[in-house]
């Protein structure tokens, strides 16, 4: 379980927050604070994994709060302003949403988190290792499905949507193959087409312009020929 803290000096933000986080059963709310000061003991005294912390507040804002720990959780900064990306990204956040944060923006947030952030934060309690934690999250049939990214054969795109083959099925979910290109990790998965992310581990044969997956023909993109060639070099 990850044990989350919000900071916001707006109620209304804090239950939007909580009402998003709600959807994802492996989160849990440690606590909610009005203003950076009144989270200090509780992130001095509990184990905290991630923190969702506004920027301006009263008294010190959000990116001075989190400069002055000395050792910080994972942290997703949560504002109605931009002005202040560049100063959050210094202190190597996990994420920066600006209100009002739609759950879709959300949810990518957490599938930062999850990919990103667990090789270096293990969820606490649970005893469970990284390679346990490797999954992410995709919204099909008004539900979020758990992928474990062990299962994935590849990945096909359809415009805005993309379909995720697995092991034993298919998942279809509204989602740009570029941002799923970003939060996977690199060293397992790779893009050959500008419609196709495949599972390096899975790669059967690699022929004249395709790669073969489960007898399935997937064409390499121009463009990509030249990671790809890398990466079967590098394998040898």
Request: net charge neutral; aromatic share 10%; proline share 4%.
């Amino acid at each position: 379980m990850y044990r989350c803290v919000i900071i916001d000096d707006e109620p209304i933000a804090i239950r939007v927050i909580r009402n998003h986080l709600a959807s994802f059963t492996e989160f849990e709310v440690v606590a909610e604070c009005r203003n950076a000061l009144e989270a200090i003991p509780i992130l001095t005294k509990e184990k905290i994994d991630l923190l969702f912390c506004d920027i301006q507040m009263p008294q010190l804002t959000g990116v001075d709060f989190v400069r002055s720990l000395p050792h910080p959780p994972k942290v997703i900064f949560t504002t109605a302003y931009r002005d202040y990306a560049v100063d959050a990204f210094e202190l190597h956040v996990v994420d920066y949403l600006l209100k009002p944060i739609s759950f879709e923006r959300f949810t990518k947030a957490i599938q930062h988190f999850l990919i990103d952030g667990t090789q270096k934060t293990q969820p606490t309690e649970t005893g469970q290792s990284n390679e346990e934690r490797d999954f992410i999250f995709l919204k099909a049939d008004k539900k979020h499905y758990k992928v474990n990214l062990d299962e994935i054969l590849y990945i096909e795109s359809l415009g805005d949507y993309v379909i995720t083959y697995t092991s034993e099925s298919k998942i279809v979910s509204k989602e740009r193959i570029s941002h799923l290109a970003e939060i996977l990790p690199s060293d397992r998965f790779i893009q050959i087409h500008r419609s196709y992310i495949v599972s390096i581990n899975k790669i059967e044969s690699v022929g004249p312009g395709f790669v073969e997956i489960r007898k399935k023909k997937l064409s390499i993109g121009r463009n990509y020929k030249a990671d790809l060639s890398s990466l079967l070099h590098n394998k040898q």
